[in-house]
């Protein structure tokens, strides 16, 4: 049986716009020192490290760790598109559970660009080909942002199968903003109603621009370790990890039949459906969710892929206010991607550090109240998804 692994220390920067940021080696720094201290433990304590980052050259990772000193531990650079943040907590929660080490640290930063997401290769095979493929003989292309077409095609296809409105797609953008204006380390803090949400121009039906995350500069971190270790530091009470899953596609003839497939529901499907059965516990056992609200689709389309609600419930999950405050389970009280921000790699970290601080119960004006079972969503194209489960 795999050992028990806390989440003894969580650190992470406020999050900014391009070409507001510092360069990613202090936004990392920053992030480590405050997870090592939550955590209580000192630098020289950590015997391996998982650096995750999707835009950085190939040892970025040695650089970013090296502001805390260099003590010959191995480090791993990780990446796995927008999933890389948790994929990297997954690699060390395994170091821990497997015995290789008893205290690791994960840590996920980026530094973006201004604008859509493009291939940063021209001259080797596109990693979403198979996925772009799937999505030209669903619905052809466009000139608009292609992760826009991809999750605004599954939100199409989901709207026109149940019939959703398209205000609904827009309230969850009102909620993510209305949860960011009480974070202080999320990116757009202003409230949006509805109708603003709708007015802001149309990137690919049903999506406008407010309904799109925006790319983001940030790092995080998360201080992994044994059961033993967390004790021996008094942490007794420290959050645990109680179950962890990743997927990845299913065979490209599933694909083909669905966007809702090409953009990974299935995946979610898939691994929120280990996790639970690892824990022994089920979605209405859930109390707080941070999941991955690249696009208003994609949150729509997790909540029936981590079962919170029933196959075509979403929409009267939303304008129920079940995905909040009062509501059945509260979803990304930090605001999510849509609002807190989206730096590729250190979104996963970010997620983690939100739902360690709901359960410890220091989540300040987000805290949800009585939170004790948490769960982390985090999908990457190409294609990974990660879910996480934590317990107080």
């Not at 929120?272 to 859930?286: K, M, N, R, S, T």
């Not at 709901?358 to 300040?364: C, D, T, V, Y």
Request: glycine share 12%.
């Amino acid at each position: 049986m795999a050992a028990k692994v806390h989440v003894l220390g969580v650190g992470m920067v406020p999050f900014q716009k391009p070409g507001k940021s510092d360069d990613y080696p202090e936004m990392s720094r920053k992030a480590m020192e405050a997870a090592l201290a939550d955590a209580g433990v000192s630098f020289t304590e950590v015997e391996q490290a998982y650096v995750g980052y999707v835009y950085g050259d190939s040892t970025c990772g040695q650089r970013a760790v090296y502001e805390m000193g260099r003590t010959g531990v191995p480090i791993f650079n990780v990446n796995n598109n927008c999933s890389t943040g948790s994929t990297a907590l997954m690699l060390a929660r395994q170091a821990v559970a497997g015995g290789m080490a008893e205290c690791v640290l994960a840590l996920g930063f980026e530094k973006m660009e201004r604008g859509a997401l493009g291939s940063t290769w021209d001259d080797r095979a596109n990693p979403l080909e198979w996925h772009a493929g799937s999505m030209n003989e669903l619905q052809g292309f466009t000139t608009a942002p292609p992760a826009a077409q991809m999750f605004g095609g599954a939100g199409r296809e989901y709207r026109w199968k149940h019939g959703t409105r398209r205000e609904t797609f827009a309230k969850i953008s009102s909620k993510a903003r209305a949860h960011a204006a009480k974070n202080p380390y999320a990116l757009f803090r202003q409230e949006l109603s509805v109708e603003e949400v709708l007015a802001s121009p149309e990137v690919f039906d049903p999506l406008t621009r407010y309904q799109c995350c925006p790319p983001t500069c940030g790092a995080a971190a998360a201080i992994v370790c044994s059961e033993a270790f967390a004790q021996k530091h008094g942490r007794e009470n420290a959050v645990w990890i109680a179950a962890q899953a990743m997927t990845t596609d299913p065979p490209a003839e599933g694909q083909a039949r669905s966007m809702m497939e090409v953009v990974g529901v299935g995946m979610t499907k898939r691994a929120a459906a280990q996790v639970y059965e690892a824990a022994g516990l089920g979605p209405e056992d859930v109390d707080v969710v941070e999941l991955h609200d690249c696009f208003t689709a994609n949150e729509l389309l997790s909540y029936e892929g981590l079962g919170l609600c029933a196959e075509g419930e979403a929409e009267r999950f939303i304008w129920d206010g079940d995905n909040t405050y009062g509501g059945r389970v509260v979803t990304n009280p930090s605001g999510g991607l849509l609002s807190k921000g989206h730096p590729l790699g250190a979104t996963g970290l970010a997620q983690c550090a939100e739902l360690v601080w709901q359960l410890r119960g220091s989540a300040e004006a987000r805290q949800v109240e009585g939170a004790r079972v948490a769960l982390q969503h985090n999908l990457g194209l190409g294609g990974a998804c990660v879910v996480t489960m934590y317990r107080a």
